[in-house]
């Protein structure tokens, strides 16, 4: 990668840089095959800004130091004109979420170089650096108002006793947790009576005011929503008046059962709060509604909605909220597919990324709900997110076969064009595998569309092992994904053809073909999955006799329960974070609402057909049947499915006398992230396969 200019930053208590070194070898060029250790070389581009004249490009870039085991992010200025970049920030300590200011002169932005993440300003070439805040515990996020009058930012709140050190203020060496309702923990982390609030303060031409907290000390419950703590959910005004947020101000049972997020507008000139969701009476907004946008006059709000509650896989409808006349317009309404990453043009014309047959694509619809949604970009891409401004449309593309890289979209036609190649050092030295896209007939008459990703410098005469890749969510889409924990490339460069359906529970196929999965995980979604490998195993260039299956979360337990229906299809299994015990899941897991839709309900009420059925088809219901090897992760910080699942799932198998090996990341959660155990995780994976495959 050629090496980029550096703005000067000029701290003399900055950290001394993190060395990258991301050049390939001799013996990588050679071989000329994407492997772990090339994969953790590639650049990884962020978040993306683009100037108010619309000439250049803000975009953050992570690398990494594999022997460090960590990476940096760093912000560079993409002039759109000419392709020149410039490198704003140095490797000493991570930049993020660039903003630039309304004149274009100067950038925004948050680092950790004075040691916790605070917000600093720089000249839009990267010099004059400034810090802006200096507050106690560092910030998690912030938003400059259009005005540069003020500014929001977030930070963790004390707002319950749940520490017995807290509780019994005499025990200061106490360790204990102590609970009277849910919920006790959550993705990766156990609440500790600490809340993410949103603050409001001036901004001042030396600094940050003194904030407000405008949840209230005492709101035991987050803003942005956990567990993703997504600041794309908070929004200013253009006027800089008001802040909308997303928020579900509920506790306990109530939180855990529920995903009723409405819209919140806080007006900062009389510091009243108002809840756009529950004061609209002709609509129920029960479900999630998240993600406010304001129109450039401020006079609307577009924002996602989920009709049904408790149900996260619901349609995420387009809604426009009118505050002049308290209506909201529906403008997807007949769309039969989500709509995220919503963005005004002008007052009258909004764009929004859609999944469409396993890819993601820019529509645009009008806001007055008066026309129907049309698609405007085409292609086996998925656009990740994109922006406008300045009369320049930029965004982030990846494939199967590209890691994300920054495109221009004309939005006449929908026509895209590269900008930027930050890891073409990388894809001029290997060699990828061809992607088809197969369409298999399923057993209810159906036609499923299925990635097939076949090795580097295929022949046909050969016969070569094949994967069955089940997807996690389970409901989430086998779209033109680039992933660097399951990537499909990878496992090709490795020898294997990779089969990947898109089956029932899955977006970008309509509604119906979503909801099918919810209370039937053992139904036509798991028929689906068979049918693609039997499909694609009749190919002569398939060895039939050495098919492994692989997938992580819900796909780790399609991969625990084919284990036991597979009639001897499979010669290898590997598991990430699986559901093994329906009934121990439910009383391990923490978002009660997903299990109640997913499962039907609780493992208690045996009244309730829908959830008995999911129970009696639970996986460790078949362990009887277990015959084929099984390698099984999983991540000890991992409470949405806990890692005793998969202790339940490797016992099982050793005492069923199953050959089987268990990895237990001590310091991960639901996915692997470090780069040294990313490297261990692909060993294993790929050493299980050698052993049983090969």
């Given amino acids: 990668m050629a090496l980029l200019a550096l703005g000067v930053m000029g701290c003399n208590s900055a ?5 990258i070194d991301n050049s390939l070898t001799t013996e ?49 200025s993409h002039d759109c004109a000419t392709g020149e970049e410039q490198q704003l920030t ?44 200096n507050l106690d515990g560092g910030i998690e996020g912030f938003g400059i108002a259009p005005d540069e009058q003020h500014i929001y930012y977030t930070q963790y709140v004390h707002a319950k006793d749940i520490n017995s050190a807290d509780v019994h203020s005499d025990m200061a060496k106490s360790k204990a947790r102590i609970y009277d309702d849910l919920m006790v923990r959550h993705w990766n982390y156990w609440d500790s009576g600490k809340y993410l609030h949103i603050f409001v303060a001036d901004l001042l031409a030396n600094g940050v005011g003194e904030g407000i907290d405008i949840l209230g000390k005492e709101a035991a419950w987050d803003a942005p929503l956990a567990p993703y703590f997504d600041h794309t959910e908070i929004a200013w005004s253009p006027d800089g008046k008001y802040l909308a947020y997303t928020c579900k101000p509920l506790t306990g049972a109530e939180y855990a059962v529920s995903t009723d997020s409405d819209i919140f507008i806080y007006n900062l000139e009389n510091g009243t709060t108002r809840n756009l969701c529950k004061e609209v009476a002709h609509l129920p907004f029960v479900g999630y509604d998240k993600y406010p946008v304001w129109s450039p006059s401020g006079t609307k709000v577009a924002f996602r909605s989920q009709e049904r509650p408790g149900n996260e896989a619901d ?20 769309f039969d597919y989500h709509a995220t990453n919503v963005v005004w043009d002008g007052d009258e014309l909004l764009y929004f990324i859609a999944p469409i047959e396993a890819t993601h694509q ?44 920054l495109f221009e979209f004309d939005l006449a036609n929908g026509s895209m064009t590269k900008l930027t190649a930050v890891n073409d050092f990388v894809y001029d030295n290997i060699k990828l595998g061809e992607v088809q896209k197969r369409w298999v007939k399923t057993t209810d008459g159906k036609k499923m569309l299925t990635w097939v990703i076949l090795p580097p410098d295929f022949d046909a005469t050969k016969r070569y092992p094949a994967l069955l890749y089940c997807q996690g969510g389970p409901q989430s889409v086998v779209s033109q994904f680039w992933s ?30 979503l909801d099918q999965i919810s209370g039937d995980y053992s139904g036509q979604n798991i028929r689906d999955y068979l049918s693609a490998i039997d499909d694609v195993a009749k190919e002569k260039w398939v060895d039939n006799e050495r098919l492994g299956c692989v997938g992580a979360s819900y796909g780790g337990y399609s991969v625990f329960y084919l284990a036991g229906h597979h009639k001897k299809r499979f010669k290898a299994f590997i598991a990430h974070c699986g559901i093994f015990n329906f009934e121990s899941m439910y009383g391990h897991t923490e978002e009660m609402f997903f299990v109640n839709n997913d499962y039907g309900g609780a493992y208690w009420d045996t009244t309730n057909k829908t959830a008995m059925r999911s129970y009696a088809n639970s996986p460790h219901k078949a362990v009887a049947k277990w015959d084929t090897p099984i390698l099984i992760f999983t ?60």
């Fill in 362 to 405: 820019i529509c645009r619809v009008k806001a007055d709900g008066t026309s129907e949604v049309e698609v405007l970009t085409h292609g086996d891409h998925d656009i990740n997110s994109f922006e406008i401004s300045g009369g320049r449309c930029v965004g982030s593309v990846m494939t199967i076969s590209m890691a994300p890289e």
């Fill in 315 to 334: 349609k995420e409808r387009l809604m426009v909220y009118d505050l002049t006349t308290d209506k909201v317009a529906y403008l997807t309404k007949n």
């Fill in 28 to 76: 990588e060029i050679a071989a000329a095959r994407l492997t772990p250790e090339v994969m953790w070389k590639m650049s990884r581009i962020g978040e993306h800004a683009l100037s108010p004249d619309g000439k250049t490009l803000l975009y953050t870039l992570t690398r990494y130091n594999m022997e460090e085991n960590r990476g940096v992010t760093v912000i560079v």
């Fill in 90 to 133: 140095d490797t000493s300590s991570n930049a993020v979420s660039p903003v630039w200011s309304a004149d274009g002169k100067d950038i925004w932005f948050a680092s950790n170089r004075s040691g916790d993440m605070q917000l600093w300003k720089m000249q839009a070439d990267g010099s004059q650096p400034k810090q802006m805040s």
């Fill in 635 to 694: 991540g000890e910080r991992d409470y949405r499915i806990p890692y005793t699942q998969s202790l339940e799932a490797f016992t099982a198998a050793r005492l069923r006398g199953v050959p089987a090996r268990l990895v237990s990341f001590e310091d991960e959660a639901h996915q692997v992230f470090k780069p040294q155990n990313s490297l261990v995780w692909n060993r294993e994976f790929f050493g299980w396969l050698e052993t049983y495959l090969r």
């Fill in 15 to 19: 950290p001394e840089p993190l060395v």
């Fill in 484 to 513: 660097y924990r399951w990537n499909f490339q990878l496992m090709a460069a490795q020898g294997y053809v990779v089969v990947a359906p898109n089956r029932r529970g899955v977006p970008s196929f309509g509604q119906e073909w």
